[in-house]
């Protein structure tokens, strides 16, 4: 029996241009991910206002495998870029703080955040992570330790 391709999701905020939308659905295709569904948020005012860029949702556990394997050659190096990218050309207010790129499992809901500032070790750490390891998320990489944690699983024991 063969696995079923990778799909992913793309939900971005009104913030993301057209020509944005267009290389974050051929980065994720080049990275063994197409997007199947592009959809975008509705305009977000006040302190409930999002705080990711955009949210990909897909299989998280086989994309991050599939980054580190032979199939997609220096997988993390192009996820770096495609993360710098959105960074670099991602808002359309100079002052606004900058926002991440979030890969969501589309079966468990699990959340990894993926900030501009992040070292290559940290891609080169996600690929060969095992998220069965939390349940809560967001995971976000710490720098000081040098490490992927959530918060949450670790206060929830």
Request: glycine share 8%; no cysteine.
């Amino acid at each position: 029996m063969t696995e079923a391709p990778l799909r992913a999701e793309l939900l971005l905020t009104h913030d993301v241009s057209a020509e944005l939308e267009r290389e974050l659905t051929a980065g994720f295709r080049e990275l063994g991910a197409p997007a199947v569904r592009v959809r975008r948020t509705l305009d977000h005012r006040g302190p409930a206002e999002l705080q990711w860029l955009a949210l990909v949702s897909l299989p998280l556990q086989a994309f991050l495998s599939g980054l580190g394997g032979e199939a997609v050659k220096d997988g993390y190096r192009a996820l770096r870029d495609l993360v710098a990218r959105l960074f670099r050309r991602g808002t359309t207010a100079p002052d606004a703080a900058p926002r991440p790129l979030v890969l969501q499992d589309e079966r468990t809901g699990l959340r990894i955040v993926l900030e501009a500032d992040l070292p290559q070790h940290a891609y080169e750490q996600l690929t060969a992570l095992d998220l069965s390891g939390f349940t809560v998320g967001p995971l976000h990489y710490d720098l000081a330790r040098g490490r992927w944690r959530s918060e949450l699983d670790e206060a929830a024991g």
